[in-house]
């Protein structure tokens, strides 16, 4: 029976072996490369754009106005993806291929540090839709806080007039191929590693002290 390599042991002949397979590597993982471009070559470069509508809190007569005003729109915000004002600012688009639905996909917000001012980002394929969408949810809330509150502190602050990129498409499809290389080198370096696991050579000498079968005469040393 054959003495157990210890860890050290089989890092040192994985390195070895992956060492000397460099060139199966390189040619599996080219190879993985090659059908991640193939792969993206099919896929459409879509670009994801950001809009983003602000809404302010107007300042009141004393600090506990204010703070009240404050607490309203930070207190309802949750509101923004309401039936109500989704139903809303789908009327003020206007556009029978933007519903409620997909407008409350695309939104988002977030508070500045003293909730006096809320941003509305609204997220799409298409730049145009980022805009009206954005614009038009922060409206149809604005209206609804108006209703609720009996004010008209808050308000419209700036209106979304241009997007940004935040998801860049082609960037993405670059990341596939690079993961299909990667895929492939990983693959091979795995394979290479479970056929040292469950080889049955002889690997070290202490393995041949512990035959016990026959007798060993001798061990050819390794010369390059």
């Not at 080198?185 to 040292?196: E, G, K, N, P, R």
């Not at 690997?203 to 001798?218: A, K, N, P, R």
Request: hydrophobic share 45%; proline share 1%.
């Amino acid at each position: 029976m054959q003495e157990e390599l210890k860890l050290h042991e089989y890092v040192r002949i994985f390195l070895r072996d992956i060492f000397k397979n460099k060139f199966i590597i390189a040619a599996v993982t080219l190879l993985f490369l090659l059908v991640g471009v193939l792969y993206v070559s099919w896929q459409t470069v879509t670009n994801t754009y950001n809009a983003k509508t602000t809404i302010y809190t107007a300042y009141g007569t004393t600090t506990q106005e204010t703070a009240m005003a404050a607490s309203a729109m930070t207190g309802y915000s949750d509101i923004i993806t309401s039936r109500k004002v989704l139903e809303r600012a789908e009327a003020i688009i206007g556009d029978s291929k933007i519903s409620a639905s997909s407008i409350k996909k695309m939104i988002s917000t977030s508070f500045n540090k003293s909730s006096t001012v809320m941003t509305v980002t609204a997220a799409s394929h298409n730049p145009s839709v980022s805009i009206r969408a954005s614009n038009a949810v922060a409206e149809a809330f604005v209206a609804e806080m108006q209703m609720i509150t009996d004010s008209d502190r808050i308000q419209v602050l700036d209106r979304a007039e241009d997007v940004r990129i935040s998801n860049n498409g082609f960037t993405g499809l670059v990341k596939t191929v690079v993961g299909f290389g990667l895929a492939g080198m990983v693959l091979t370096m795995a394979v290479i590693v479970i056929s040292v696991l469950f080889s049955n050579k002889i690997m070290t000498v202490e393995q041949c002290m512990d035959i016990e079968e026959d007798d060993v005469l001798g061990i050819i040393p390794f010369v390059k």
